[in-house]
């Protein structure tokens, strides 16, 4: 079976580390991400009271460049950040991460 540019995409978007994301009205910071390929998402784990964290409140316009050789993809992603803070949803995000609580007295992080 021949693989779609699509599957391709997400295939190689797997395998990147990280990438740099700007959100609207944001600083460019480098961000790594988890690729869900079967909700056609890319999931960040945000760290709570951060520039990026409050523009994903609006819904903000964003962009996540990748550039990775081992990975064999070079992309500029655009897209709407949006914040979800459901425990549900955070297990979604890839590895097991914190839903409750806070450790060492610092604020869980929001997946976006």
Not at 34 to 49: H, N
Not at 59 to 86: C, F, N, Q, W
């Amino acid at each position: 079976m021949t693989k779609t540019l699509k599957d391709e995409f997400w295939d190689r978007m797997d395998d990147v580390q990280a990438g740099m994301l700007e959100a609207e009205n944001t600083r460019i910071v480098p961000m790594s991400h988890y690729a869900d390929k079967d909700e056609g998402v890319l999931w960040f784990i945000i760290a709570a009271g951060t520039e990026v964290e409050t523009a994903a409140h609006g819904s903000a316009r964003a962009t996540h460049v990748v550039a990775d050789p081992r990975a064999h993809i070079y992309a500029k992603v655009a897209g709407t950040l949006t914040e979800v803070k459901t425990p549900k949803s955070l297990t979604s995000c890839g590895p097991p991460w914190p839903t409750h609580g806070s450790r060492a007295g610092r604020t869980p992080p929001t997946c976006v």
